[in-house]
């Protein structure tokens, strides 16, 4: 929220002075709270170690000790422990029946009023009027949102009106690098199919 606003206030025609008092929220030390640790909530949580946050995760499957262990991540059984102790709650699931619509009004509500949901899977994980209110009552101090539903939202949604939430394009892996390596990947997995070979990105295992 503070570097989009930042931005505005850099570059606006009217800006005379920047205000000293004008303060955002430290990353280091706080806690970090990953809904989803699968290969990319791991990664996640590997970039979170270097700014020192203490790392809570949820997920259906608890990770191996040693993989805790190295990123010194602590497993919440329940997802609500997991909400009520984070300073910034990731959610890095994939969408299935179970998880739309995972964050709901209930659990915005046991948020802390100072933490920030991220949200890098998919829009319908959260129940986009709930976030509404729960920005607009300050429930929460705010959200970053890469993906939507639908994308792009309608011109009027109320989520565009809002100055407590930073939303993206759907541009997570949008770089000329990852594009590549996708293709590859891509190209890699239909040879193996063509040559009777084992998949190596097969979706759902036999």
Same mark, same amino acid.
Request: net charge neutral; charged share 20%.
């Given at each position: 929220?503070?570097?989009?606003?930042?931005?505005?206030?850099?570059?606006?025609?009217?800006?005379?002075?920047?205000?000293?008092?004008?303060?955002?929220?430290?990353?280091?030390?706080?806690?970090?709270?990953?809904?989803?640790?699968?290969?990319?909530?791991?990664?996640?949580?590997?970039?979170?170690?270097?700014?020192?946050?203490?790392?809570?995760?949820?997920?259906?499957?608890?990770?191996?000790?040693?993989?805790?262990?190295?990123?010194?991540?602590?497993?919440?059984?329940?997802?609500?422990?997991?909400?009520?102790?984070?300073?910034?709650?990731?959610?890095?699931?994939?969408?299935?029946?179970?998880?739309?619509?995972?964050?709901? $009004? $209930?659990?915005?509500?046991?948020?802390?009023?100072?933490?920030?949901?991220?949200?890098?899977?998919?829009?319908?994980?959260?129940?986009?009027?709930?976030?509404?209110?729960?920005?607009?009552?300050?429930?929460?101090?705010?959200?970053?949102?890469?993906?939507?539903?639908?994308?792009?939202?309608?011109?009027?949604?109320?989520?565009?009106?809002?100055?407590?939430?930073?939303?993206?394009?759907?541009?997570?892996?949008?770089?000329?690098?990852?594009?590549?390596?996708?293709?590859?990947?891509?190209?890699?997995?239909?040879?193996?199919?063509?040559?009777?070979?084992?998949?190596?990105?097969?979706?759902?295992? $036999?």
């Amino acid at each position: 929220m503070y570097l989009h606003s930042g931005c505005q206030i850099a570059v606006s025609p009217d800006t005379k002075h920047f205000a000293v008092d004008w303060l955002g929220v430290e990353v280091t030390r706080a806690t970090l709270g990953i809904i989803g640790m699968g290969s990319i909530g791991y990664k996640v949580a590997q970039r979170a170690r270097a700014f020192n946050m203490r790392i809570l995760y949820h997920n259906r499957n608890r990770r191996r000790k040693e993989e805790e262990e190295a990123v010194g991540a602590h497993y919440c059984e329940k997802m609500e422990d997991l909400l009520r102790q984070s300073d910034f709650v990731m959610l890095v699931v994939n969408l299935t029946p179970e998880t739309q619509k995972l964050i709901g $009004k $209930k659990e915005l509500g046991l948020m802390k009023p100072t933490a920030t949901l991220i949200n890098i899977s998919r829009g319908a994980v959260i129940d986009q009027d709930a976030l509404v209110e729960a920005l607009q009552n300050k429930v929460i101090r705010g959200a970053a949102l890469d993906v939507t539903y639908p994308e792009p939202l309608p011109r009027d949604h109320p989520l565009l009106k809002l100055n407590n939430i930073i939303i993206t394009p759907h541009i997570g892996t949008a770089t000329v690098q990852a594009m590549h390596m996708m293709a590859e990947e891509a190209i890699a997995n239909m040879l193996a199919v063509l040559h009777g070979q084992p998949i190596p990105s097969e979706v759902f295992p $036999k």
